[in-house]
C-alpha cells in the first residue's frame, strides 16, 4: 500500500441466465497505481498492474474501466456469494481384466495419479494426470520435463507443432514453449468433458450435450446443443466437427454449426478418433464403430466385452483397437474381426493414441503405457509371445515448469535477438490486441498471445511467428519482454 494513500476496490460480476458467462471484474486503485482482476467466478483469476504518473490519473483510469465493464453488462457484487464452475471429474469403473496374458508391453511408467491426456508426436510422449502433472518423455521412456498445472487434466490436444492441455480450472493450457501460459478460458457454465483444437480454433464438448466453439482470441463463436448429454467425444478437421454424446454421433459445418448429419450408434459414446475419412466411436455397449465422415454412415463394428473407455488405428484402419472397462486391450483387423484380447498391465485405458507402429495408453493406475503394435508385434501376440515389460523410473533432478500468470513471470531482454521477431500490446476498442512490429509480416493480423502477460503499450520478442488458416500469428518459441 502507498504511504498515506486511500485505497478503493470496486467488484463486479456478470453472470447470464443462459450460462453464456459468470465472470468477475476487480479494480483497485492503490495511488498511483491501478491492479486489475479478473477471471471466472470463483477463481483466482488474473492480475494486470499499471502505475500512471499521479494518483488523480490512476483514479480516472480506473473510473473508465469500471464503466467499460457496467456497458457491457457488469454490476457490482458480493465476493463469495455466487458459486464456482461446475467440475465433473470422470468417475470410472475399472475391472481387472479377463485376458490369458499381458500385451506386448515395451514399457510403462506411473505418473502417480489417474491419466486422461496423452499426445505422441516424433520427438515426444505427452501424460496429462488428475493431479495436474504433464510430463513429457521420448520414445523409450526416458522422462525429460515436467509441467505443473493448476488443476486436473482433462486431455491433451495438438494442432500442428501445439500442445494444449485442457484443465478442469476451465482454462487450456498452450505447453509448446518453455513458459506454458493459458490461451483459453472456457466459460463457467460450460462443465467440460472433451476438446480439440483445429487451426487455433478451439472446440469444446461438454456434460450438457453441448458443443462450444472458442477462437483464437479466446472469444466465443458459437454453440450447438446435440441430442444427447455427456459428451465424451469432439474431433475436428477442414470439413466438420464430429460430436460425440449418449444418443450418437453428430456431425457440424465448422463455419456456423449447421447440422451435417447425426447417426446413432450402439451405445454413448464415451470416445473418438479420427482418420482422413473416417471416424471412430468407442461406447458404452462394448462396441467401437467406425462412420463415414462424407455421410455419417456406420461402415463397421468391432466388438468388445466391456465398455470401451478408447480407441485408435494405425493408419487407414489396417489395425483397429479399443481399450474397454476391464484392463484389457484389443486388436481388430479393419473388416472387425477380433485379432486378440490382451491385459494392459496397467489398469483400464482411458485414452490411446497410435503413433508409428506403436500404441500408447493412459491408464486408470496412472500408467503411460507403450505397446509395441507393428504388423510383427501384432502376429506374435496372437501366438502368445509378447516381450518383458520395462518399468520407467522419474528422474530425480527433472525440470518443471509452471505456467505465467503476470507480466513479472516473463524474463526481459535490451534487445532483440537476430532473427527473433518483435510484437507489440496495443489498446484496440476496449480489448488487448497483438500485432506484429518487425518487417515482413501482416502488421493487421492479430497474433496469438498469453492474456496474462499482456501489457499495453508493452513490446515482446519472439522465436518466430507462423500463420494460421484463420487469419492470424500464432507464437513458436520463446516469449521475453522488450525493455
Given amino acids: 500500500m502507498s504511504a498515506g494513500a486511500t485505497v478503493s476496490t470496486t467488484y463486479l460480476e456478470l453472470s447470464q441466465e443462459d450460462g453464456a458467462a459468470h465472470k468477475f471484474y476487480e479494480v483497485t486503485v492503490d495511488g498511483q497505481t491501478v491492479t486489475v482482476r479478473y477471471g471466472r467466478i470463483g477463481a483466482t483469476g488474473q492480475t494486470q498492474t499499471t502505475t500512471f504518473p499521479t494518483a488523480a490519473k490512476a483514479q480516472a483510469a480506473a473510473a473508465k474501466k469500471v464503466g467499460e465493464k457496467v456497458r457491457k453488462g457488469y454490476a457490482p457484487a458480493v465476493r463469495g456469494q455466487r458459486a464456482p464452475r461446475a467440475v465433473t471429474r470422470r468417475q470410472v469403473a475399472s475391472a481387472p481384466s479377463t485376458a490369458r496374458a499381458v500385451a506386448p508391453v515395451l514399457w ?45 487434466v482433462k486431455c491433451l490436444v495438438a494442432d500442428d507443432f501445439w500442445i494444449y492441455a485442457g ?115 468407442g461406447t458404452a455397449h462394448r462396441v467401437v464403430q467406425r462412420l463415414s465422415k462424407a455421410t455419417g454412415t456406420i461402415e463397421a463394428t468391432y466388438a468388445c466385452d466391456s465398455a470401451v473407455y478408447s480407441c485408435a488405428t494405425s493408419p487407414g484402419g489396417r489395425f483397429v483397437f479399443a481399450g474397454d472397462a476391464a484392463s484389457s486391450v484389443y486388436c481388430f483387423d479393419r473388416d472387425g474381426t477380433r485379432l486378440w484380447k490382451l491385459g494392459t498391465g496397467g489398469g483400464s485405458a482411458l485414452s490411446m493414441q497410435y503413433r508409428n507402429e506403436r500404441l500408447y495408453l493412459v491408464t486408470t493406475d496412472g500408467s503411460l503405457v507403450c505397446v509395441d503394435a507393428s504388423e510383427a508385434a501384432v502376429t506374435a501376440a496372437q501366438q502368445g509371445t ?72 508493452a513490446r515482446y520478442v519472439v522465436d518466430a511467428l507462423h500463420p494460421a488458416a484463420g487469419g492470424f500469428y500464432r507464437v513458436r518459441g520463446e516469449i521475453r519482454r522488450l525493455q
Avoid at 511408467?109 to 510422449?125: K, L, Q, Y
Fill in 108 to 152: 510403462r511408467f506411473g505418473t502417480g495419479s489417474s491419466a486422461f491426456g496423452i499426445h505422441v508426436d516424433d520427438e515426444r510422449c505427452w501424460v496429462g494426470n488428475q493431479s495436474g502433472d504433464v510430463f513429457t518423455l521420448d520414445h523409450e521412456g526416458e522422462v525429460l520435463a515436467r509441467f505443473s498445472l493448476p488443476d486436473g
Fill in 167 to 281: 484443465c478442469d480450472d476451465g482454462r487450456v493450457y498452450d505447453l509448446s514453449s518453455k513458459l506454458p501460459f493459458a490461451a483459453y478460458d472456457i466459460a463457467a457454465d460450460v462443465d467440460i468433458f472433451w476438446l480439440d483444437i483445429h487451426e487455433g480454433v478451439l472446440n469444446v464438448s461438454d456434460r450438457a450435450g453441448r458443443l462450444t466453439v472458442i477462437d483464437h482470441e479466446d472469444e466465443h463463436q458459437w454453440t450447438r446443443r446435440s441430442q444427447g448429454e455427456h459428451a465424451w467425444m469432439v474431433r475436428a478437421d477442414d470439413r466438420a466437427v464430429y460430436h460425440g454424446h449418449h444418443r450418437g454421433v453428430t456431425a457440424y459445418a465448422p463455419d456456423g454449426g449447421g447440422e451435417l448429419w447425426h447417426t446413432p450408434t450402439r451405445g454413448g459414446v464415451l470416445f473418438g478418433w479420427q482418420e482422413d475419412d473416417t471416424v471412430y466411436a
Fill in 386 to 457: 509378447v516381450p518383458v515389460a520395462r518399468d520407467v523410473k522419474l528422474a530425480a533432478a527433472l525440470p518443471t515448469y509452471a505456467p505465467a500468470t503476470a507480466a513479472t513471470a516473463v524474463a526481459t531482454v535490451a534487445q532483440a535477438p537476430s532473427g527473433a521477431v518483435v510484437v507489440e500490446c496495443t489498446q484496440q476498442n476496449g480489448r488487448l490486441r497483438v500485432h506484429v512490429v518487425s518487417d515482413g509480416y501482416d502488421g493487421s493480423w492479430n497474433v496469438q498471445f498469453p492474456r496474462a502477460i499482456r501489457v499495453p503499450g
